[in-house]
């Protein structure tokens, strides 16, 4: 049951379960035991993603449906293989006309069966939201929207009600006013109005809806009755919802989003009849033994992630022996995904496996970056720039813009809810809903994790050093005076300071569900658009402040990761990452010159003055050369103008998304087409051969002196994931090279033919070396090591993880460990930060003699182990020998750029 090794597959309506059914034999053949799957369950029309949910109850059909899922079920259990499935408790999406439970809102009310379902705030200070749902997803003003006819009362014959309509979306109009709606057509429709009238419960208001949707055109009268805007405005103050303008959600807002996204709601999933109703499905396929695990999307999302996770864990757990004999029952897998800060771990009583790994993608990549450059980097950026040389004030910034713009509404409920319980005291009760405002709003820009766990009790443990660091950086940007208010409200976040246990619950939940989004807007899709030290340092769940790691810091957290999670997921690329894996690896390569990266920016800057015409922004500028360089693909040539074009194209998305994240010169909510087009000219001009053969050429040169240091690290990448303790992930395709941009670019679909073909030959992997281009390399070596996985699965799942000294010369360019489980045992190195010993052009082998005498030290009860060779040809066709007590690198990496020893 818990994987040996995972594949995400990306479904959708092109890549279907059948689709997937085709490629199980390779993934087979290439070591991996379950299939890591995109959300299943029913999304929107055309998802990309799977993460828009509409209906938990069913299969997407789309994707084949329940029929499709079994399938590829059988298929994956006939090569020895599992599903691991993605599921999303947080939120729907709702707006347009395909969520059942949502329009049931818009039509019913809080009287709704699905009222409690969504995180909605019914009883809003605002009078005009009294008891009413705020739908703000007009395009324009509500106003400009009646008065243009663009608003329109139809009879919906699927939704099977009268409803508002507007362009793709529905808001079905409460029963209550069928019967003045009817007679507003005249005695035609008396009758019917008057079955309205009778009408009892939901059966009897469906089968008379049956009959007026027979009427067909009949029913001409009764809508054109309410086309003038006064008549159907006046309809709609009656109704359940309040239309607005898509502009005021974030100050009028009264129901929990995901993050800022209007379209997609929150739901409260700490209700057991909610945590039922969403569940069924998926744990009615666990219990089947179609399923075999769970990945739980935004985790932080919910209210209470510790209880979410251990109620379903204690359901998964119940459900286990009732599964089939053959799809196993064993524990259920269960990994959240859960963005770690510095210094944060995983809560050990939150009884699952471990993270989707986003923390082992930054130390894998950190550990490649080299710590010296950071310096000289940040300036580089300043000046380049004129911005922050640092990542926090620019975080910092972004906390307070999101908070003013986005998250204002939802802020005021928060400070609501904080207001309450100081007037519930004397002591308390003249501290004003502004003063908690502002210190919400300091502890909010100052919060150094995504956020706390505390619920209607007290706060637990590990809180504690989170806060009290917020509550230091929001005492300092306080107001002289107010610094006991952000005291007071710390103090309630901990569990100190009030006898209302529940409305210092409801107080803390609006606090924690609202730092997360908070986070995860400032930081991912903001500051990461806008702070570019050095963007392969910029992605998901990384600590961008610091540019790289030591070797040490990396064996800490590895051996962490062993004690204290040992199935968690490991992985180095994933759908939400803002570049491929190799994109990064590539540009960790600069940190080893930035000497020489600043003297070739500072030339494709003096070159390409005359086409940015000073319009564009030097930041912005200066981001595109790091994104060409990192992604620019291993075949394309300066003067390849159809390639050239097609990567200019893949660019100019990225370049949009960056631009708008960014939200200086341009954002989603307020487009700067002159400048956009601008930046898009630029990039067109500077990729075109004709217009600037020279710099393209200067570019490209840059390119192929670093592609084989940064093919080195792509691999040490692969070879350290597929090794430290936990679970490794495969993201789709990327057992070749990585060159993809931030998504939709990173979702593309895979050539299987290609890697089938080349996994079918089975070369050395020193024959593939030369060949490193093609990215069999890559492929090779993951096939290998997950064959060493599949061989000795016990060292892995519960081996330890020893790290072993380097001694030497270049001690500090490699990262050596052993895996030990019992007489079991693995010795592995890999290389880092070694692009000094790579020849430009050549293959991604450090020079031997480079290594000098550095070597790898072998504790004394590991010496005279019987080991061979894992890389080099069968395992039947090399010999053992017994471990020295020295391991040189200039002979153990002679012919491959890493070492592995096994024993038998």
């Given at each position: 049951m818990t994987p040996r090794a995972t594949y995400r597959l990306q479904f959708n309506d092109v890549f279907t379960f059948a689709d997937a059914c085709a490629i199980v034999p390779y993934l087979a053949g290439l070591g991996i035991s379950?299939?890591?799957?995109?959300?299943?369950?029913?999304?929107?029309?055309?998802?990309?993603?799977?993460?828009?949910?509409?209906?938990?109850?069913?299969?997407?059909?789309?994707?084949?449906?329940?029929?499709?899922?079994?399938?590829?079920?059988?298929?994956?259990?006939?090569?020895?293989?599992?599903?691991?499935?993605?599921?999303?408790?947080?939120?729907?999406?709702?707006?347009?006309?395909?969520?059942?439970?949502?329009?049931?809102?818009?039509?019913?009310?809080?009287?709704?069966?699905?009222?409690?379902?969504?995180?909605?705030?019914?009883?809003?200070?605002?009078?005009?939201?009294?008891?009413?749902?705020?739908?703000?997803?007009?395009?324009?003003?509500?106003?400009?929207?009646?008065?243009?006819?663009?608003?329109?009362?139809?009879?919906?014959?699927?939704?099977?009600?009268?409803?508002?309509?507007?362009?793709?979306?529905?808001?079905?109009?409460?029963?209550?006013?069928?019967?003045a709606i009817l007679r507003a057509g005249g005695e035609d429709f008396e009758a019917l109005a008057q079955r309205f009238d009778a009408a009892e419960g939901r059966a009897g208001f469906i089968e008379a809806c049956r009959v007026t949707a027979s009427m067909g055109d009949r029913l001409g009268a009764v809508l054109d009755a309410h086309r003038d805007p006064q008549i159907l405005h006046a309809l709609m103050e009656r109704q359940h919802f309040r239309l607005a303008w898509w502009r005021v959600a974030g100050d009028m807002i009264n129901w929990r989003r995901f993050f800022d996204i209007t379209e997609l709601a929150g739901l409260r999933v700490e209700d057991p009849r909610v945590f039922d109703m969403i569940h069924a499905t998926i744990l009615r396929l666990y219990r089947e033994g179609l399923v075999d695990?769970?990945?739980?999307?935004?985790?932080?999302?919910?209210?209470?992630?510790?209880?979410?996770?251990?109620?379903?864990?204690?359901?998964?757990?119940?459900?286990?022996?009732?599964?089939?004999?053959?799809?196993?029952?064993?524990?259920?897998?269960?990994?959240?995904?859960?963005?770690?800060?510095?210094?944060?771990?995983?809560?050990?009583?939150?009884?699952?496996?471990?993270?989707t790994g986003y923390e082992f993608m930054d130390r894998a990549s950190a550990v490649l970056h080299d710590p010296h450059a950071a310096d000289a980097l940040s300036e580089l950026w300043s000046e380049v720039s004129g911005r922050y040389p640092d990542f926090g004030s620019e975080e910092a910034d972004a906390r307070n813009e999101l908070l003013v713009r986005d998250f204002s509404g939802q802020l005021d409920a928060c400070a609501r809810a904080f207001h309450a319980m100081t007037q519930a005291s004397l002591e308390t009760r003249d501290i004003t809903l502004a003063a908690l405002r502002r210190a919400l709003t300091a502890l909010i820009v100052a919060f150094p994790v995504y956020r706390t766990y505390a619920t209607e009790g007290a706060s637990p443990g590990s809180d504690a050093p989170h806060l009290a660091q917020a509550v230091d950086a929001a005492r300092a940007m306080s107001a002289p005076g107010e610094e006991g208010v952000v005291d007071l409200v710390a103090g309630w976040l901990s569990g100190i300071g009030t006898a209302d246990a529940q409305a210092r619950g409801e107080a803390v939940a609006r606090f924690q569900q609202l730092t997360a989004p908070i986070a995860a807007k400032a930081v991912e899709d903001t500051a990461f658009y806008r702070y570019g030290r050095l963007i392969s340092r910029n992605d998901v769940g990384f600590d961008v402040d610091a540019l790289a790691i030591a070797v040490d810091d990396f064996h800490m957290a590895a051996s962490r990761t062993a004690t204290e999670h040992p199935a968690g997921m490991v992985t180095t690329a994933t759908h939400d990452h803002k570049r491929g894996e190799d994109v990064r690896a590539r540009l960790a390569v600069i940190s080893e010159d930035p000497g020489g990266w600043a003297e070739a920016v500072a030339e494709w800057f003096e070159r390409n003055r005359r086409l940015s015409g000073e319009v564009i922004d030097p930041a912005d500028e200066y981001m595109l050369y790091q994104m060409m360089v990192g992604a620019w693909p291993l075949d394309l040539a300066p003067d390849d103008a159809q390639g050239l074009a097609a990567?200019?194209?893949?660019?100019?998305?990225?370049?949009?998304?960056?631009?708008?994240?960014?939200?200086?010169?341009?954002?989603?909510?307020?487009?700067?087409?002159?400048?956009?087009?601008?930046?898009?000219?630029?990039?067109?001009?500077?990729?075109?051969?004709?217009?600037?053969?020279?710099?393209?050429?200067?570019?490209?040169?840059?390119?192929?002196?670093?592609?084989?240091?940064?093919?080195?690290?792509?691999?040490?990448?692969?070879?350290?994931?597929?090794?430290?303790?936990?679970?490794?992930?495969?993201?789709?395709?990327?057992?070749?090279?990585?060159?993809?941009?931030?998504?939709?670019?990173?979702?593309?679909?895979?050539?299987?033919?290609?890697?089938?073909?080349?996994?079918?030959?089975?070369?050395?992997l020193e024959m593939l070396l030369p060949h490193w281009r093609d990215g069999r390399i890559k492929q090779a070596l993951i096939a290998r090591l997950l064959k060493l996985r599949s061989d000795a699965p016990a060292r892995f799942a519960a081996g330890e993880y020893v790290p072993l000294e380097v001694a030497g010369t270049r001690a500090g360019h490699a990262i050596a460990f052993a895996r030990r489980y019992s007489s079991s045992l693995l010795i592995a190195v890999a290389p880092r930060c070694a692009s000094g010993a790579v020849d430009a052009g050549a293959t991604p082998l450090p020079d031997p003699q480079w290594w000098g005498d550095t070597r790898i030290l072998i504790p004394p009860d590991m010496q005279g182990t019987q080991m061979r060779d894992a890389l080099k040809g069968a395992s039947s066709d090399v010999a053992e020998a017994p471990l020295d007590p020295e391991l040189p690198l200039a002979e153990l990496l002679a012919t491959l750029p890493f070492g592995l020893k096994v024993s038998s």
């Amino acid at each position: 049951m818990t994987p040996r090794a995972t594949y995400r597959l990306q479904f959708n309506d092109v890549f279907t379960f059948a689709d997937a059914c085709a490629i199980v034999p390779y993934l087979a053949g290439l070591g991996i035991s379950h299939v890591y799957a995109s959300p299943i369950l029913s999304s929107r029309s055309g998802s990309s993603h799977g993460y828009d949910g509409v209906d938990p109850t069913r299969v997407d059909e789309e994707l084949g449906g329940e029929p499709g899922l079994r399938a590829f079920v059988a298929q994956l259990r006939a090569h020895g293989m599992g599903l691991i499935a993605d599921i999303v408790p947080n939120h729907m999406a709702v707006g347009g006309a395909d969520n059942a439970w949502w329009l049931d809102v818009l039509e019913n009310g809080q009287s709704s069966p699905y009222a409690s379902f969504f995180d909605i705030d019914w009883d809003t200070p605002d009078e005009a939201l009294k008891g009413k749902l705020l739908a703000p997803f007009l395009g324009e003003p509500y106003g400009t929207v009646l008065a243009a006819g663009d608003l329109a009362l139809v009879f919906d014959e699927a939704l099977e009600s009268f409803t508002i309509a507007y362009h793709h979306h529905r808001f079905p109009i409460r029963p209550e006013d069928y019967p003045a709606i009817l007679r507003a057509g005249g005695e035609d429709f008396e009758a019917l109005a008057q079955r309205f009238d009778a009408a009892e419960g939901r059966a009897g208001f469906i089968e008379a809806c049956r009959v007026t949707a027979s009427m067909g055109d009949r029913l001409g009268a009764v809508l054109d009755a309410h086309r003038d805007p006064q008549i159907l405005h006046a309809l709609m103050e009656r109704q359940h919802f309040r239309l607005a303008w898509w502009r005021v959600a974030g100050d009028m807002i009264n129901w929990r989003r995901f993050f800022d996204i209007t379209e997609l709601a929150g739901l409260r999933v700490e209700d057991p009849r909610v945590f039922d109703m969403i569940h069924a499905t998926i744990l009615r396929l666990y219990r089947e033994g179609l399923v075999d695990g769970l990945r739980i999307d935004h985790i932080d999302g919910l209210r209470d992630p510790a209880g979410y996770c251990q109620h379903l864990r204690e359901r998964l757990d119940a459900l286990t022996e009732l599964r089939p004999k053959e799809a196993g029952r064993e524990r259920a897998w269960l990994i959240v995904e859960k963005i770690l800060g510095r210094d944060e771990t995983l809560p050990l009583d939150w009884d699952c496996d471990g993270t989707t790994g986003y923390e082992f993608m930054d130390r894998a990549s950190a550990v490649l970056h080299d710590p010296h450059a950071a310096d000289a980097l940040s300036e580089l950026w300043s000046e380049v720039s004129g911005r922050y040389p640092d990542f926090g004030s620019e975080e910092a910034d972004a906390r307070n813009e999101l908070l003013v713009r986005d998250f204002s509404g939802q802020l005021d409920a928060c400070a609501r809810a904080f207001h309450a319980m100081t007037q519930a005291s004397l002591e308390t009760r003249d501290i004003t809903l502004a003063a908690l405002r502002r210190a919400l709003t300091a502890l909010i820009v100052a919060f150094p994790v995504y956020r706390t766990y505390a619920t209607e009790g007290a706060s637990p443990g590990s809180d504690a050093p989170h806060l009290a660091q917020a509550v230091d950086a929001a005492r300092a940007m306080s107001a002289p005076g107010e610094e006991g208010v952000v005291d007071l409200v710390a103090g309630w976040l901990s569990g100190i300071g009030t006898a209302d246990a529940q409305a210092r619950g409801e107080a803390v939940a609006r606090f924690q569900q609202l730092t997360a989004p908070i986070a995860a807007k400032a930081v991912e899709d903001t500051a990461f658009y806008r702070y570019g030290r050095l963007i392969s340092r910029n992605d998901v769940g990384f600590d961008v402040d610091a540019l790289a790691i030591a070797v040490d810091d990396f064996h800490m957290a590895a051996s962490r990761t062993a004690t204290e999670h040992p199935a968690g997921m490991v992985t180095t690329a994933t759908h939400d990452h803002k570049r491929g894996e190799d994109v990064r690896a590539r540009l960790a390569v600069i940190s080893e010159d930035p000497g020489g990266w600043a003297e070739a920016v500072a030339e494709w800057f003096e070159r390409n003055r005359r086409l940015s015409g000073e319009v564009i922004d030097p930041a912005d500028e200066y981001m595109l050369y790091q994104m060409m360089v990192g992604a620019w693909p291993l075949d394309l040539a300066p003067d390849d103008a159809q390639g050239l074009a097609a990567f200019r194209e893949r660019l100019a998305g990225w370049q949009e998304k960056a631009l708008r994240e960014s939200k200086l010169r341009s954002s989603w909510r307020e487009p700067d087409a002159e400048y956009e087009a601008a930046c898009r000219a630029f990039l067109e001009k500077i990729g075109d051969p004709d217009r600037s053969l020279p710099f393209l050429e200067s570019m490209h040169g840059h390119v192929q002196q670093i592609a084989p240091a940064g093919a080195l690290n792509g691999l040490s990448q692969a070879f350290l994931r597929n090794l430290v303790p936990g679970v490794p992930d495969l993201y789709q395709g990327c057992e070749f090279w990585d060159f993809s941009l931030v998504d939709p670019d990173n979702r593309r679909p895979v050539d299987y033919a290609a890697r089938m073909t080349a996994l079918s030959r089975e070369p050395s992997l020193e024959m593939l070396l030369p060949h490193w281009r093609d990215g069999r390399i890559k492929q090779a070596l993951i096939a290998r090591l997950l064959k060493l996985r599949s061989d000795a699965p016990a060292r892995f799942a519960a081996g330890e993880y020893v790290p072993l000294e380097v001694a030497g010369t270049r001690a500090g360019h490699a990262i050596a460990f052993a895996r030990r489980y019992s007489s079991s045992l693995l010795i592995a190195v890999a290389p880092r930060c070694a692009s000094g010993a790579v020849d430009a052009g050549a293959t991604p082998l450090p020079d031997p003699q480079w290594w000098g005498d550095t070597r790898i030290l072998i504790p004394p009860d590991m010496q005279g182990t019987q080991m061979r060779d894992a890389l080099k040809g069968a395992s039947s066709d090399v010999a053992e020998a017994p471990l020295d007590p020295e391991l040189p690198l200039a002979e153990l990496l002679a012919t491959l750029p890493f070492g592995l020893k096994v024993s038998s």
